[in-house]
């Protein structure tokens, strides 16, 4: 019986821009008073439905600026949409972009507390974990010194080992799998296999169509903020390769 | 709400943090803390004792205890407009409650302000001024101010994201309401026309129960004591309330 975790329900998303830059409360009241505040809209989502169950995993394909990031920010909960219901079951660990959470003055194993506090863990559970991030990382005695010295797969392992040391119900990982090297990736795609047998429901954006035929069973693909279509990878992928449409990348400004 | 709680290590985290940072990153730092204050009290005595000396028999105490509280509220509310602000990239791209940002810097600001009884207990004793058991009453003084401070810096912290010059029209208008506090001057010298304007600000509510148990060495009676605390969880409602309406919208403004 599959069990529904995520539920999007006529999802549309409103990034709402200043035609003026209003960076100033002064300026704020101003326009305000003269009532010349308008607003461009830009709907980065739009009617998006969606219902992805327990232990499935999915790949976002699209082009840039199609709203994949968007749509994965509000899966995290990071974004509230402007219409409609989404509804998430349980927790989610995201990687919505590389370096988020980390304070590059601090060592690694600062970061580890850090990050993983940021998560919602608590300290107990991540002292209990601690030795085996490190571990997974690969990191060494790199793990002592400023992240600001990482390079960025070196960021990246940090950031997979401490997100995958507890089994989240939603993994969601935005254009990660780009920067780690072989030897990181084959250790990444054991870990997800793990995830996966544990029951953890994956969300995958990724421009490189193999990262998804690997790790996905199903594929949905997003245009200017639409989803157009949805089914197996090799389906979509087939289809999204083929349509080499018009060039407007960004959804166009609705007034 | 549960979200915090949640994240109580996060927030335990972030004050030890900004408490490290206060103290640690330099020597200096926890004496300067200590410091400016007493500064501001013998700067005060020198210019006011005389003005006051019917209306305040030890006037270095009063202006100290009330300095102390300013201090923390000011410097409260303006931390945790800058605490939004300085962790928006976060706020952006994690799902952390965002509130625990203002919450821990507000914690770390009453931890503060109870490692400064150490000098006020210090300057008792010097000036000679009866120690009595009503400081025992502190903590629930301490305790109110913190929560009406953390309700002001609920309300105030979210407009430092939105717009940038907000955090510098707070300040002018927290020295604004610094005279009109009571704080380094009598009740009593406020000219009658403007009474009223004193009276019903609601800072003054949470002083007097601060300063009651230190200067007067009395447990503030029942009455201010509860206006108090109506007042401190009114600050607190109105906060929170602001704070969910529009925490929202945060990450859209970075
Ligand atoms: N913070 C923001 N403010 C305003 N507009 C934004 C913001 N973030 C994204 N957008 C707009 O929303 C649309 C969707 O962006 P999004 O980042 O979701 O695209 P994407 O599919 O992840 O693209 P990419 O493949 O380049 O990562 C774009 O048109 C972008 O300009
Ligand atoms: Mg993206």
Redesign the pocket.
């Given at each position: 019986m599959p069990e529904p975790v995520i539920e999007l329900e006529g999802v549309s998303l409103c990034?709402r821009?200043a035609k003026q830059r209003i960076p100033s409360f002064k300026e704020y009241a101003l326009h305000w008073v003269r009532g010349a505040l308008t607003y461009e809209q830009?709907w980065?989502l739009r009617d998006v439905t969606l219902r992805v169950d327990r232990g499935e995993t999915l790949g976002i394909v699209?082009r840039?600026?199609?709203?994949?990031?968007?749509l994965l920010k509000v899966i995290s909960r990071v974004l509230v949409p402007t219409r409609g219901r989404c509804l998430v079951r349980g927790r989610v660990a995201p990687i919505l972009e590389l370096g988020t959470g980390f304070d590059y003055e601090l060592t690694g194993r600062e970061n580890v507390f850090l990050n993983a506090l940021l998560l919602g863990h608590s300290r107990r559970s991540i002292e209990e974990r601690y030795d085996a991030i490190v571990d997974f990382s690969g990191l060494g005695d790199f793990i002592r010194s400023p992240v600001r010295n990482y390079s960025s797969g070196m960021l990246a392992r940090l950031a997979f080992s401490i997100l995958t040391a507890w089994t989240p119900d939603v993994l969601v990982l935005d254009?990660f799998l780009a920067v780690g090297d072989v030897h990181f990736l084959r250790k990444c795609e054991e870990r997800l296999d793990a995830l996966k047998a544990a029951g953890t429901t994956m969300l995958l954006v990724s421009h490189m169509a193999e990262a998804i035929r690997t790790h996905c069973r199903r594929c949905v693909w997003?245009d200017g903020g639409r989803l157009v279509a949805d089914g197996t990878p090799d389906d979509v992928l087939e289809r999204y390769a083929g349509a080499n449409g018009p060039p407007a990348v960004?959804?166009a400004p609705v007034f | 709400m549960r979200d915090l709680f949640l994240h109580r290590d996060l927030i335990w985290h972030l004050v030890q943090r900004d408490l490290r940072v206060r103290y640690r990153r330099s020597t200096l730092g926890l004496l300067w803390t200590m410091l400016q204050p007493l500064l501001m009290m013998l700067i005060l005595h020198v210019v006011f004792s005389h003005a006051f000396r019917v209306e305040l028999y030890s006037y270095p105490v009063y202006a100290l205890a009330g300095i102390l509280f300013w201090n923390f509220f000011s410097q409260s509310i303006v931390a945790s407009m800058n605490s939004l602000r300085g962790n928006a990239a976060i706020l952006s791209k994690l799902p952390v409650p965002k509130a625990a940002f203002p919450v821990a810097t507000v914690i770390s600001g009453v931890v503060n302000l109870a490692l400064a009884m150490v000098p006020l207990l210090a300057i008792l004793i010097v000036t000679g001024h009866p120690l009595s058991w009503a400081l025992l009453f502190l903590p629930v003084s301490i305790l109110l101010a913190g929560l009406f401070t953390l309700g002001a810096g609920l309300l105030l912290s979210p407009l430092a994201v939105f717009f940038s010059d907000v955090v510098e029209l707070v300040t002018v208008m927290l020295t604004l309401c610094m005279y009109l506090t009571p704080i380094f001057y009598p009740m009593s010298i406020v000219p009658d026309q403007f009474r009223w304007l004193v009276r019903f600000n609601p800072i003054r509510s949470i002083l007097e129960v601060f300063r009651d148990p230190i200067y007067f060495g009395k447990i503030p009676p029942p009455q201010h004591l509860a206006v108090c605390a109506v007042v401190a969880l009114v600050a607190l409602a109105i906060g929170a309330l602001a704070f969910r309406r529009s925490s929202d919208r945060i990450p859209?403004y970075i």
């Amino acid at each position: 019986m599959p069990e529904p975790v995520i539920e999007l329900e006529g999802v549309s998303l409103c990034y709402r821009l200043a035609k003026q830059r209003i960076p100033s409360f002064k300026e704020y009241a101003l326009h305000w008073v003269r009532g010349a505040l308008t607003y461009e809209q830009l709907w980065a989502l739009r009617d998006v439905t969606l219902r992805v169950d327990r232990g499935e995993t999915l790949g976002i394909v699209g082009r840039n600026g199609a709203g994949k990031s968007t749509l994965l920010k509000v899966i995290s909960r990071v974004l509230v949409p402007t219409r409609g219901r989404c509804l998430v079951r349980g927790r989610v660990a995201p990687i919505l972009e590389l370096g988020t959470g980390f304070d590059y003055e601090l060592t690694g194993r600062e970061n580890v507390f850090l990050n993983a506090l940021l998560l919602g863990h608590s300290r107990r559970s991540i002292e209990e974990r601690y030795d085996a991030i490190v571990d997974f990382s690969g990191l060494g005695d790199f793990i002592r010194s400023p992240v600001r010295n990482y390079s960025s797969g070196m960021l990246a392992r940090l950031a997979f080992s401490i997100l995958t040391a507890w089994t989240p119900d939603v993994l969601v990982l935005d254009e990660f799998l780009a920067v780690g090297d072989v030897h990181f990736l084959r250790k990444c795609e054991e870990r997800l296999d793990a995830l996966k047998a544990a029951g953890t429901t994956m969300l995958l954006v990724s421009h490189m169509a193999e990262a998804i035929r690997t790790h996905c069973r199903r594929c949905v693909w997003l245009d200017g903020g639409r989803l157009v279509a949805d089914g197996t990878p090799d389906d979509v992928l087939e289809r999204y390769a083929g349509a080499n449409g018009p060039p407007a990348v960004t959804p166009a400004p609705v007034f | 709400m549960r979200d915090l709680f949640l994240h109580r290590d996060l927030i335990w985290h972030l004050v030890q943090r900004d408490l490290r940072v206060r103290y640690r990153r330099s020597t200096l730092g926890l004496l300067w803390t200590m410091l400016q204050p007493l500064l501001m009290m013998l700067i005060l005595h020198v210019v006011f004792s005389h003005a006051f000396r019917v209306e305040l028999y030890s006037y270095p105490v009063y202006a100290l205890a009330g300095i102390l509280f300013w201090n923390f509220f000011s410097q409260s509310i303006v931390a945790s407009m800058n605490s939004l602000r300085g962790n928006a990239a976060i706020l952006s791209k994690l799902p952390v409650p965002k509130a625990a940002f203002p919450v821990a810097t507000v914690i770390s600001g009453v931890v503060n302000l109870a490692l400064a009884m150490v000098p006020l207990l210090a300057i008792l004793i010097v000036t000679g001024h009866p120690l009595s058991w009503a400081l025992l009453f502190l903590p629930v003084s301490i305790l109110l101010a913190g929560l009406f401070t953390l309700g002001a810096g609920l309300l105030l912290s979210p407009l430092a994201v939105f717009f940038s010059d907000v955090v510098e029209l707070v300040t002018v208008m927290l020295t604004l309401c610094m005279y009109l506090t009571p704080i380094f001057y009598p009740m009593s010298i406020v000219p009658d026309q403007f009474r009223w304007l004193v009276r019903f600000n609601p800072i003054r509510s949470i002083l007097e129960v601060f300063r009651d148990p230190i200067y007067f060495g009395k447990i503030p009676p029942p009455q201010h004591l509860a206006v108090c605390a109506v007042v401190a969880l009114v600050a607190l409602a109105i906060g929170a309330l602001a704070f969910r309406r529009s925490s929202d919208r945060i990450p859209f403004y970075i």
